[in-house]
């Protein structure tokens, strides 16, 4: 692996790493759930069109996503994950790695098309990235794969910051107190905090969503300018793993900064050149 994108690969790899392995370790927490008695029985999700029929295809799905092969492959998963920093510090086994747990995130959204979010989406998009990186094993695929999770992720910041904004709902003052007097995502001392207080609530809503729209903005500020937005992504993700409970997209989002940064810099080094000349 090159020197110049190895730290930045590795940093990606590492964090991400972390936060799927929450995630698949509360699929196996909640295993109950995939039996056929279970809120998630195969028998229900997988008489979708796809996986009904004598074919390959339905045929090798429902052997694979059936509970005890399913389990299976989340304990394979678990162990690919704490592999993968290993795999790619040493340099070898990371395309086998990669493929296991690219494939078994691929498994995990046909199994649960309704229980996955945002943030499972991203680490598909990261391992995917990372596993195409690899597969080709240039210097310029490498380069690739970071440009490709920096520009998920400014995108996906993108998106939701224009979604807002162009919500009529979120142009309440109490959006953000709203959120935090729910039960799924709620919690009360916030809900407390802000139930009198309109403007701050209103203060919260409109800087998230400034903050969303102009991220993308991260990969021309330079450096140091760019740890401005990385800096407003870790408070911003971090308050809402602890008031919310969505550590998952702490982990997804936090380990697409490498990347950021990265692009950032690079960028950084070709204006000014193209500025000197």
């Not at 020197?3 to 698949?24: D, E, H, K, N, R």
């Amino acid at each position: 692996m090159p020197t110049t994108t190895y730290p930045y690969i590795l940093a990606i790899a590492m964090m991400a790493s972390v936060g799927a392995s929450i995630s698949t370790l509360e699929w196996i927490h909640g295993r109950r759930q995939l039996k056929d008695d279970g809120l998630f029985s195969w028998q229900v999700i997988g008489s979708r069109d796809f996986a009904v029929g004598p074919g390959i295809l339905a045929t090798t799905l429902n052997r694979l996503l059936s509970f005890r092969p399913f389990v299976g492959i989340l304990i394979l998963r678990s162990v690919a994950l704490l592999s993968l920093p290993i795999a790619l510090w040493f340099g070898h086994g990371s395309v086998i790695v990669l493929s296991v747990i690219v494939f078994s995130s691929l498994l995990m959204h046909l199994r649960s098309p309704w229980g996955m979010d945002g943030s499972d989406q991203m680490f598909t998009q990261i391992f995917g990235a990372l596993l195409l990186g690899c597969v080709a094993g240039s210097p310029l695929a490498y380069k690739a794969s970071l440009w490709y999770i920096a520009s998920q992720s400014c995108l996906s910041y993108l998106t939701a910051g224009v979604a807002k904004a162009l919500s009529p709902h979120w142009h309440g003052t109490n959006v953000v107190f709203e959120i935090f007097n729910t039960r799924t995502y709620g919690y009360e001392p916030a809900a407390r905090f802000l139930l009198d207080r309109p403007q701050i609530s209103q203060a919260l809503t409109w800087g998230a969503v400034v903050m969303e729209c102009s991220f993308p903005i991260a990969l021309v500020a330079g450096f140091p300018g760019c740890l401005l937005f990385v800096t407003w992504g870790i408070s911003f993700h971090l308050m809402n793993a602890v008031a919310m409970g969505l550590n998952s997209f702490f982990w997804s989002f936090v380990a697409t900064y490498p990347a950021v940064i990265y692009c950032a810099l690079i960028l950084e080094q070709f204006l000014y050149h193209r500025i000197r000349i």
